[in-house]
């Protein structure tokens, strides 16, 4: 049922984005050649030299899209995640039309400055028809149309975590019929769903009670059954899709890749790889810069404080632990006597008597952390990021605390998702490293620029010290 729905949809899919690039093809070149500067000597040129190449043009792009898997169901997925696939494949889709171009005779070339037009208003278009699809599909199925009925295999965590996701998430529009479980009691529900059983009559049950979709999330004391579920659904029309219960404190973004044809599961992924590596890289520096710009005359103002004060360094080099467990020097202000730390390194109270009476306002409103804008520019450090830890501790923290080590998968920050949320200085470690690991599992710059401004607004003015 589910293949003949979605076979349905695919047609009606391709159809309306044959449309969607013909219609882009058009209108691009209305706006290049009505809009922008047209050489008096060539002239505008015929439409129908462009509408000629078009069947051409608009089946390359399909066999593209193909190719990249955009006509794949996505009903879970996001639509952030597909415009970013159809970015991409619009490139691959813009660098064919110039192949064909080349290979056209004389009288039908296609004009260089049309194609950049078209690749600007053909992706926009397309990005924004995609998106509209998409909001109106989820959008039918929150209203109950277009949902498929799916059964769980197994009653345990996992399951029941997939059964409130998919609730939670109901623009999916997957509705669980039953669960499938060892112990099927008569009349036994899990969270109002029933529950049928045993394993072993699981064909029976599927033939009996037929469903679009089965999610296999067999708890960890069945996990060596999973061989034999999978076999009674070997001669089914449903869709399969195996639910791996990964305990949480072992995992980061976990991440399943092929490698020639054997499938890997990363259950430490960084998210800053590719694409966001660039993004972040190129967000720190644009950033940094402008705010070391902006800091300067205070930085040097504060400066000439703490040297007037007591004669000693403005600057503080103290090191710490970022990226990969790699050690650098962290500059700060000197908030702190000259020979605080004599006999070695002593964790920071909220009333510490080593603090100068500048070096306390400077903590309180982490003017002190404004040379750390250096250690950003030369990439040891992010604007935004689990904030790094000195190498003494570490070792004591990493066998105390569980997951501590997984904070150190990001570059360290100036400030954090922790720090917006209350847990500097002298609070609760364990809630801290929560909250760090909860912003590495779900990376984005928009959460990096939303972290930054409530730090300005928020945590520089607040009352917890750092």
């Known amino acids: 049922m589910l293949k003949q729905h979605h076979q349905f949809m695919l047609v009606g899919l391709v159809?309306?984005?044959?449309?969607?690039?013909?219609?882009?093809?058009?209108?691009?070149?209305?706006?290049?050649?009505?809009?922008?500067?047209?050489?008096?000597?060539?002239?505008?040129?015929?439409?129908?030299?462009?509408?000629?190449?078009?069947?051409?043009?608009?089946?390359?792009?399909?066999?593209?899209?193909?190719?990249?898997?955009?006509?794949?169901?996505?009903?879970?997925?996001?639509?952030?995640?597909?415009?970013r696939d159809i970015v991409k494949a619009f490139f691959v889709a813009?660098?064919?039309?110039?192949?064909?171009?080349?290979?056209?005779?004389?009288?039908?070339?296609?004009?260089?400055?049309?194609?950049?037009?078209?690749?600007?208003?053909?992706?926009?278009?397309?990005?924004?028809?995609?998106?509209?699809?998409?909001?109106?599909?989820?959008?039918?199925?929150?209203?109950?149309?277009?949902?498929?009925?799916?059964?769980?295999?197994?009653?345990?965590?996992?399951?029941?975590?997939?059964?409130?996701?998919?609730?939670?998430?109901?623009?999916?529009?997957?509705?669980?019929?039953?669960?499938?479980?060892?112990?099927?009691?008569?009349?036994?529900?899990?969270?109002?769903?029933?529950?049928?059983?045993?394993?072993?009559?699981l064909k029976r049950i599927i033939d009996a009670h037929p469903v679009d979709a089965v999610f296999v999330a067999l708890p960890a004391q069945h996990a060596n059954r999973s061989d034999e579920v999978l076999a009674a659904l070997e001669d089914s029309m449903v869709d399969v899709r195996l639910v791996p219960q990964l305990n949480p404190t072992y995992t980061l973004r976990p991440n399943l890749s092929r490698?020639?044809?054997?499938?890997?599961?990363?259950?430490?992924?960084?998210?800053?790889?590719?694409?966001?590596?660039?993004?972040?890289?190129?967000?720190?520096?644009?950033?940094?810069?402008?705010?070391?710009?902006?800091?300067?005359?205070?930085?040097?103002?504060?400066?000439?404080?703490?040297?007037?004060?007591?004669?000693?360094?403005?600057?503080?080099?103290?090191?710490?632990?970022?990226?990969?467990?790699?050690?650098?020097?962290?500059?700060?202000?000197?908030?702190?006597?000259?020979?605080?730390e004599a006999d070695g390194a002593v964790w920071s109270r909220r009333e510490d008597q080593r603090r100068t009476r500048l070096g306390a306002f400077l903590r309180r409103t982490s003017l002190d952390e404004l040379p750390n804008l250096f250690n950003v520019l030369r990439g040891q450090m992010s604007l935004v990021g689990p904030r790094p830890e000195r190498p003494e501790f570490i070792e004591q923290f990493r066998e105390e605390i569980p997951r501590y080590m997984l904070r150190h998968k990001i570059k360290a920050g100036m400030t954090g998702y922790a720090q917006i949320k209350g847990y500097r200085g002298d609070t609760s470690l364990k809630k801290r490293i929560q909250h760090d690991v909860h912003y590495i599992n779900n990376w984005s710059l928009t959460l990096d620029v939303r972290i930054l401004l409530q730090t300005v607004f928020g945590v520089w003015f607040s009352k917890h010290e750092a």
């Open 15 to 83: 159809t309306a984005d044959a449309c969607a690039i013909s219609l882009a093809w058009v209108l691009s070149f209305w706006v290049r050649f009505t809009f922008l500067f047209v050489d008096p000597g060539k002239g505008v040129p015929d439409l129908r030299l462009y509408l000629a190449v078009l069947p051409l043009i608009v089946g390359a792009h399909l066999f593209i899209f193909y190719r990249v898997r955009l006509y794949r169901p996505r009903r879970d997925g996001t639509i952030l995640g597909e415009t």
């Open 259 to 340: 490698l020639d044809g054997v499938p890997i599961l990363a259950l430490r992924q960084t998210p800053l790889y590719g694409w966001n590596a660039i993004q972040k890289r190129g967000f720190d520096v644009s950033v940094g810069a402008i705010c070391l710009a902006i800091a300067v005359l205070p930085m040097a103002l504060i400066a000439m404080i703490i040297k007037l004060a007591d004669g000693g360094p403005a600057l503080y080099r103290q090191r710490r632990v970022g990226l990969d467990g790699q050690a650098f020097d962290m500059v700060k202000f000197r908030t702190m006597s000259v020979d605080a």
């Open 94 to 201: 813009v660098v064919a039309v110039v192949l064909i171009d080349y290979v056209l005779p004389q009288s039908n070339k296609i004009s260089r400055q049309f194609v950049l037009t078209y690749a600007v208003i053909g992706t926009t278009l397309f990005a924004l028809f995609r998106g509209t699809v998409r909001a109106a599909l989820r959008l039918m199925r929150r209203r109950g149309h277009n949902h498929r009925s799916a059964a769980i295999v197994g009653t345990g965590r996992a399951a029941q975590r997939l059964l409130h996701a998919l609730r939670n998430n109901s623009w999916i529009g997957m509705d669980v019929a039953y669960f499938v479980d060892e112990d099927a009691a008569k009349g036994r529900e899990v969270r109002g769903i029933p529950v049928r059983g045993p394993l072993a009559m």
